[in-house]
């Protein structure tokens, strides 16, 4: 078993509802100790997957393995060393933030339970607000705490899905250090997201759409895979030039920066074309560059509706 | 590594089911003032619909003499606020017709020639015909037809007759319990409403003991953690033996001091069948909470328990007089059998060998409902 580098391994992983295939075939192998960010649009299979990978689901067909264990057959096994944040809260809305951890750390059986739901407590800044009930938290101490909850037992392997949604964005970065962190003392972490800034700090990214895996590469490679093409275009009035690029042919993508402008798209010669076509623009400058990341997460983004249906 | 590896069944997790059901319970105050009001309210209820002489029950009189007496009689009905006279028929049939019908709770019929027999000192009967499948009512109604006889008589035989005053009375009242042969009677119904009380209660709280957490999401979490069906059921049921506890005693001490119902059999064999029957019902809400996909049908599924429950089990209707096919569907309730041992050790001075055989069958019912539990619940989420 190669358990010790792939902390998920699964392949051909399919799920079925009702006739609908929502995951079709789906390899994933994400390396110990990393970040491993899931993207695609609504719908597209990514909470069905993680749901697969931690034994909630029964998948169709497909096998392989979480921290080593059959995920079909040794989910308990998984759940054991597993922290799984639910997309939705999850936690009890009538049970106060420490009788909800305290209630987790029972179930995991977890000697010195006390110092622990302290120690969770204080790490992330919910001690004044232990006896409150969660259900009057707001969304991102609500997120604070569903994060606490499945780090309590100290697992291995992390899986968040969307744990970020609805949060403002200060919370975010915390809730962002605080993952980094722990992927340093080594935990592996699948986390599905929608934000690009966020898909930017993963150390390899699968991209998903109707229940296929469309790309999984290391982060800085996916450009490169991806293969949008890009112009910075300057002019004096960015709003005009904006206005002059949006829906020409080939322009799949304009996204300002400061003083300048990149058009992307996918189809080389037509995007050089679009931006030739607004030369007479007082203090045209163009240059053809390297894509970058947030770019192509926002192309992949829009490129592809919601998968519900 | 500090997680330990997950094993079968561990009490920890158990109690940590248990500890958040206890803790969810107070709460929820609302649903825990019900369980605790519910049982004082119903006993005080029927109580009182048992303690209060009934009155003006809908009676038909069926004279198929005219004489002096007979009239004299009706006269008398006619007085009592415990009678309504709805109808007074001369006709043989008609006043059966009507008790069939339900117009009338009660008949009551003069023969032919009772005045004749009377005088003869051959003591005519009166008959008194009760629907007694309101048997609070029936109860009360041959008290109340003696005192009326005995005064309508009174009056007329005087002078010649006057011999006929003596002791046993010149005419026999003779009862005659419709629909209900086996003549339940009010003592009976207080311990039968324990049974009624916990059936009601421990089903429903344990109906949505699943499908609150599917409904919540929060279900997602619980069997995300290495928790399993057995501990959760275990730490979801239990609690609530707490609370059938607390009813316990409320409608045992009612029935005590309230109704002065005589306690003579063994507490022991009733303790143990209190025991055995409430976790019967826990582990039957169970079930349905591992049937039902939302609250709402939880609750429907349990009034669909409920009905059979209350019209099969022997406590509306008596349940040697039901069809057979009534009785087999009768026979797999544990009301059935928590009434016959209730019944047995409350007013019949029963102990263990008479209750050992509905004990044991509500354990049989006890088991198996556990193990359909067990087997339908459902460790993943698809
Ligand atoms: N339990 C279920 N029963 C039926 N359809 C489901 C179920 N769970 C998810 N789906 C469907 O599967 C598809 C993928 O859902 P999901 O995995 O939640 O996508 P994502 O997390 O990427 O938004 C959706 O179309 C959704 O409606
Ligand atoms: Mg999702």
Same mark, same amino acid.
């Given at each position: 078993m190669t358990s010790e580098e792939a902390v998920i391994d699964v392949r051909n992983l399919t799920k079925r509802f009702g006739g609908k295939t929502?995951?079709?075939?789906l390899a994933l192998k994400v390396p110990k100790g990393s970040i491993y960010g899931f993207l695609g649009p609504n719908g597209s299979g990514k909470t069905t997957t993680i749901r697969l990978v931690c034994g909630l689901l029964r998948p169709d067909e497909g096998e392989g393995t979480a921290l080593g264990y059959d995920?079909?057959?040794d989910s308990a096994h998984i759940k054991a060393r597993t922290g799984y944040m639910t997309q939705?809260?999850?936690?009890?809305?009538?049970?106060?933030i420490r009788e909800n951890l305290d209630f987790v750390a029972r179930l995991y059986a977890m000697d010195n339970r006390k110092q622990r739901v302290d120690d969770a407590l204080a790490d992330l800044g919910l001690k004044e607000r232990a006896?409150?009930?969660?259900?009057?938290?707001?969304g991102g101490w609500k997120q604070r705490l569903a994060l606490a909850a499945c780090m309590i037992h100290e697992p291995d392997l992390l899986l968040l899905d969307?744990?970020?949604?609805?949060?403002d964005p200060k919370a975010r970065r915390d809730f962002w250090d605080q993952i980094r962190r722990y992927a340093r003392a080594g935990v592996t972490t699948l986390v599905s997201t929608h934000y690009m800034d966020e898909a930017v700090q993963c150390d390899r990214i699968a991209y998903i759409a109707y229940g296929k895996k469309l790309i999984d590469a290391p982060t800085k490679d996916i450009p490169a895979q991806v293969g949008l093409k890009a112009w910075r275009v300057e002019a004096d009035d960015l709003t005009r030039l904006h206005d002059r690029l949006?829906?020409?042919?080939?322009?799949?993508l304009i996204a300002r920066f400061g003083t300048e402008l990149h058009v992307c798209g996918m189809d080389d010669a037509l995007l050089a074309a679009a931006v030739k076509s607004?030369?007479?623009?007082?203090g045209y400058q163009a240059e053809h560059i390297e894509a970058g990341l947030e770019e192509v997460f926002i192309h992949l983004m829009a490129q592809s509706a919601d998968n519900m249906k | 590594m500090t997680a330990r590896a997950p094993s079968r069944f561990a009490l920890a997790r158990v109690a940590a089911v248990f500890l958040k059901e206890l803790i969810q319970m107070r709460r929820d105050r609302f649903t825990f003032a019900i369980m605790i009001a519910m049982p004082v309210m119903q006993v005080l209820l029927f109580g009182f619909a048992i303690n209060?002489?009934?009155?003006?029950l809908a009676t038909a009189v069926e004279l198929r003499e005219d004489s002096p007496l007979s009239r004299s009689f009706l006269a008398a009905m006619k007085q009592s606020?415990?009678?309504?006279?709805?109808a007074v028929t001369h006709q043989a049939g008609e006043g059966d017709a009507m008790l069939q019908s339900g117009d009338a709770t009660f008949l009551v019929v003069i023969p032919e020639g009772f005045e004749h027999r009377l005088v003869r000192g051959e003591r005519p009967e009166i008959l008194l015909a009760a629907d007694a499948s309101d048997p609070i009512a029936a109860g009360g109604a041959l008290g109340a037809l003696e005192p009326i006889a005995a005064a309508a008589f009174e009056a007329d035989l005087?002078?010649?007759?006057?011999?006929?005053?003596? $002791?046993?009375?010149p005419y026999q009242i003779v009862t005659q319990r419709r629909?209900?042969?086996?003549?339940? $009677?009010?003592?009976?119904i207080v311990p039968a409403l324990l049974g009624v009380i916990l059936t009601m209660t421990m089903v429903m709280v344990t109906s949505i003991a699943l499908t609150r957490e599917l409904e919540r999401g929060t279900m997602e979490t619980l069997l995300a953690t290495p928790v399993q069906p057995a501990e959760i059921m275990l730490g979801k049921t239990l609690p609530y033996i707490f609370v059938g506890g607390v009813q316990t005693v409320l409608v045992l001490l009612a029935a005590f $001091?309230?109704?002065?119902?005589?306690? $003579?059999?063994?507490l022991l064999a009733l303790l143990a069948g209190v025991t055995v029957f409430t976790f019967a019902n826990l582990m039957l809400g169970y079930l349905i909470s591992t049937v039902a996909k939302t609250q709402m049908q939880a609750m429907q599924l349990t009034f669909f328990v409920f009905l059979p429950s209350i019209l099969l089990?022997?406590?509306?209707?008596p349940f040697r007089a039901m069809p057979n096919w009534a009785q087999w569907i009768g026979e797999a309730l544990p009301l059935t059998h928590f009434l016959r041992l209730v019944r047995e050790t409350i007013?019949?001075?029963?102990g263990f060998p008479a209750t050992s055989g509905d004990l044991l069958r509500l354990t049989i019912i006890l088991v198996v409902l556990t193990g359909l539990a067990l087997a339908r619940f459902r460790k993943t989420l698809d």
């Open positions: 929502v995951v079709d075939h995920v079909v057959r939705k809260f999850s936690l009890y809305e009538d049970l106060s006896s409150q009930l969660a259900g009057t938290l707001s969307e744990p970020t949604a609805g949060v949006n829906g020409q042919p080939g322009v799949e607004v030369a007479d623009e007082p | 209060n002489d009934p009155r003006h606020s415990f009678f309504d006279i709805v005087d002078g010649a007759l006057s011999n006929l005053n003596a $002791t046993p009375a629909f209900n042969p086996e003549g339940e $009677t009010s003592f009976n $001091t309230l109704f002065h119902i005589p306690f $003579t059999g063994s089990s022997g406590f509306m209707f007013l019949k001075e029963g």
